[in-house]
């Protein structure tokens, strides 16, 4: 559909309001993991270049696939890396 920004911004929000709401109330999500994802897709936007958010994107997703995989201590094993691995960059 042709919009104009300021218009498909507003519509790309409600509509993510509409559907996280659907997903909620038909049981295929939780609200906190709506919450948080509102929260991810929000970072993304924030980030100041497009190639710090694909890093982010690769972070998180070793986060979920060890977090999966291990539960909680894969969770805070895989957060110990990334933190290593993001102090190590700037060092």
Same mark, same amino acid.
């Given at each position: 559909?042709?919009?104009?920004?300021?218009?498909?911004?507003?519509?790309?929000?409600?509509?993510?309001? /509409? *559907?996280?709401?659907? @997903?909620?109330?038909? #049981?295929? !999500?939780? %609200?906190?993991? /709506? *919450?948080?994802?509102? @929260?991810?897709?929000? #970072?993304? !936007?924030? %980030?100041?270049?497009?190639?710090?958010?694909?890093?982010?994107?690769?972070?998180?997703?070793?986060?979920?696939?060890?977090?999966?995989?291990f539960g909680l201590w894969g969770f805070l094993i895989a957060n110990i890396i990334v933190m290593a691995i993001i102090l190590k960059t700037y060092t």
């Amino acid at each position: 559909m042709h919009t104009p920004n300021t218009l498909s911004t507003s519509l790309g929000i409600i509509g993510g309001l /509409v *559907l996280g709401d659907l @997903a909620i109330k038909a #049981g295929w !999500f939780v %609200t906190e993991c /709506v *919450l948080c994802m509102a @929260a991810v897709g929000i #970072g993304m !936007f924030a %980030t100041p270049s497009i190639e710090f958010a694909m890093g982010i994107r690769i972070f998180r997703l070793f986060l979920l696939i060890a977090t999966g995989i291990f539960g909680l201590w894969g969770f805070l094993i895989a957060n110990i890396i990334v933190m290593a691995i993001i102090l190590k960059t700037y060092t």
